[in-house]
């Protein structure tokens, strides 16, 4: 008979085992469907452009990211300094949260780096999904006197693996590249 100590300690291997196993499989599902960087969806058609026609200028939202991410040396900072450099370079203005809030339809760009971090040492290799996406307030047509809401009319994102933290970065760097063409398309350089 099992001591409940026994018990416990058994019960503590097999989460973990299945805790790697779920990693393991993420990382090779990843790894099979993705190569190192891929597109993963893109909510990016004539439509969802011609919503950004217009629009003088962008409030940038960046999601936080795991501790042990930034531990590694990415943190959200980085990624909003990353993101911002490339837009005001494409020549795309940040609105502060005052100009976002009195601009029609208060625009805000979201980004988010969802990164996860697999193995030890040398072994270790970053599973990553990252997402852009152009939120505005809107009404919804079968009942346009309705209170707005925020939502989603133009999106991008990729699914990625790799070892290097920098390879997280050049995918931000692609959506946000996909978003100044998109933007571009309907607005002109």
């Given amino acids: 008979m099992r001591s409940g100590n026994q018990y416990l300690i058994e019960k503590a291997r097999r989460t973990a085992s299945h805790k790697r196993a779920a990693g393991i499989l993420l990382s090779c599902l990843a790894f099979v469907l993705t190569g190192p960087v891929s597109p993963c969806h893109a909510l990016d058609n004539e439509k969802t452009r011609a919503s950004l026609r217009g629009i003088p200028g962008f409030y940038l939202v960046v999601e936080d990211l795991r501790v042990e991410i930034e531990e590694d040396g990415l943190t959200r900072n980085e990624i ?3 993101a911002g450099e490339h837009l005001t370079a494409a020549g795309i203005r940040l609105l502060s949260g005052a100009e976002w809030e009195e601009t029609p339809g208060s625009p805000w760009l979201y980004l988010y780096a969802h990164v996860m971090r697999r193995g030890h040492g040398d072994d270790r290799v970053y599973v990553f999904n990252i997402s852009v996406e152009v939120k505005q307030r ?3 047509a079968e009942k346009p006197d309705s209170e707005e809401i925020h939502a ?4 991008r994102s990729i699914l990625g693996r790799s070892a290097w933290i920098e390879d997280i970065k050049k995918g931000v760097e692609a959506c946000i590249h996909d978003f100044v063409e998109a ?3 309907v607005n002109g350089p």
């Fill in 80 to 82: 909003h300094r990353i």
């Fill in 138 to 140: 809107v009404n919804l």
């Fill in 152 to 155: 989603t009319t133009w999106s």
């Fill in 183 to 185: 933007y571009r398309s």
